[in-house]
DNA sequence: ATGTTATTGATAATGGATATCAATAACATC
DNA sequence: GATGTTATTGATATCCATTATCAATAACAT
């Protein structure tokens, strides 16, 4: 299951004999339209006004389409539920990852020393494929940490 | 909050005026007894046996506590529940990450690479303090892909 | 031995996510 | 454009991991 760029998002669908559905357009504008990392309940509060009959359930189904995929990542920052993001988005940077403050939840993309970690995760991909048997498909680096407001309520 | 080795736990919590209490003992020992990552259902089946009257939600708190102590760490491997296992336990390599199969959930430790991965995350942790002000307490690495007995299934 | 208070555990409640299933809407075919 | 097939939807009920509550218990300092 290969990535999709978000702007080739309909064809894969065809491709997959997915039919290509008003929730499902409106779904992917929302994650297309911002930056934040949205949780399901978030995207139908977005997809809501512009549509009112939209489900709940359907959102749910609808990323875990798009995360099977590979047009959405999943990603977990420890606050009991998933959140998602557009793998490809313009005017982010395409590879990147989190660093989450572990008590308030913000998050900051990083993407500094990203060549030096690109080429460490290549090899180890190859490795652990060769030594495990395993057929990779994604890793996840995260930092966890505290923001420099909740460090400073940490200290009172 | 700095990590304890677990031969040490018990120092560590009458540092902190945490009493050493049967319930406490009984978890941190099931959790020394394996290489299992357990969820706070199956550290409760485990200790049962030995102490009936524990409950589960003692479990669950003092797995937190063990968590923000830097005795245990707490895991997510996407299914659902959250995982845990001692930071050092002796027969375990004591810096790994876990290669995950997104569809069983088998989970291999791996250690390939470490010098190298250790070191670019401590120049990252650097970067990023600086960088946003984080006090930087931990990180995740984990890779997601499909074991072999998966991956044949898939195909079939 | 005793008092203080951290800890426990039964119970109920919360909340994110999923199963069910009849109604609806894509879309291939004519 | 009309029509039939079938993927998709969404209201509802449900599941299940985790957390809140609170009276009873047990560590441990004195």
Redesign the pocket.
């Known amino acids: 299951m290969k990535q999709v760029r978000s702007s080739e998002w309909t064809g894969a669908?065809?491709q997959?004999?997915?039919?290509?559905?008003?929730?499902?357009q409106l779904?992917v504008d929302v994650l297309g339209a911002t930056s934040d990392h949205l949780?399901?309940?978030e995207v139908y509060l977005r997809v809501h006004p512009k549509?009112?009959?939209?489900?709940?359930?359907?959102?749910?189904?609808?990323?875990?389409?798009l995360v099977r995929m590979g047009i959405v990542s999943r990603l977990d920052f420890g606050?009991?539920?998933?959140?998602y993001e557009l793998v490809e988005r313009s005017g982010k940077p395409s590879h990147h990852h989190h660093l989450v403050c572990s008590s308030c939840k913000r998050v900051v993309e990083y993407d500094d020393f990203m060549d030096e970690e690109v080429k460490l995760i290549k090899k180890l991909e190859k490795a652990l494929s060769r030594k495990h048997g395993f057929g990779i498909t994604g890793h996840v680096v995260q930092f966890l940490g505290l923001c420099p407001a909740c460090k400073t309520l940490a200290r009172a």
Chains 1, 2 share one sequence.
Request: charged share 35%; glycine share 2%.
């Open positions: 669908f065809k997959h004999r997915l039919r290509l559905t008003k929730p499902r779904i949780s399901a309940e549509y009112a009959r939209i489900g709940l359930t359907t959102v749910y189904r609808t990323l875990d389409v606050d009991a539920r998933s959140r």
